[in-house]
């Protein structure tokens, strides 16, 4: 009799026992539960604060050219100019500083007034809690404008059902090479459904 309540809170426990340090179940079933639990779930908000590193130079580029038209060499916009991305997230400015995931996507040039882009991409997270979740971003990108606003309109993971915006501004920029550095602040509505909270210090919970 005492082994068997022994044993039944043992498989309570492990059930309630998160999957390890960031990883959050994405099985049908680990889906399903959490589905389960989301009408008893608080909607909160979290800031989110990084640096997106984008390398177009050099021998080990992060973003390349997959298309451009037979008028984007003349134009002053570089209309057409589509690259492919996989851009590492830094908690600094400095490239070298602490990798907390990537900016995977894809970007065009779409404006023929202005150096403006269209992008579409997600966010991959690599570090701590959000291991293994991503944001998808989605927006209007006008590199001459001190802020551009781009949607966040999905996620997964810890960020599943999320949306918000995404505010990027050129940090750093070479027009030679066109390497840039961008800063990121992000504001997320997302879903708490239990588990611990890390101390990331890309992170404010608000
Ligand atoms: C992130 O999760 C993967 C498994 O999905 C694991 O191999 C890796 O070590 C984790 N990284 C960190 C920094 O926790
Ligand atoms: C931009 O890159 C070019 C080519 O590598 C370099 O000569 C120039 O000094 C750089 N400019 C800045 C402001 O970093």
Redesign the pocket.
Known sequence: MKMKMVAMLLVVLLAMAPLG???IDQSPEGVERWFRRLPHAKEKLTKLHFFFQDVVSGKTPTAIEVARSSLTSSSKTFFGLTRVFDDPLTVTGSPDSHRIGYGQGIYSLTSQEDVALLFTFNFVF???KY??STLSIQGYNPLEAKYREMAVVGGSGVFRLARGSAVASTYWANATTQDGIVEFTVYVLHYDVGGNDGDEQYVQDM
Request: no cysteine; aromatic share 0%; net charge negative.
């Open positions: 340090h960031g990883i690599t570090d701590g291991n293994g």
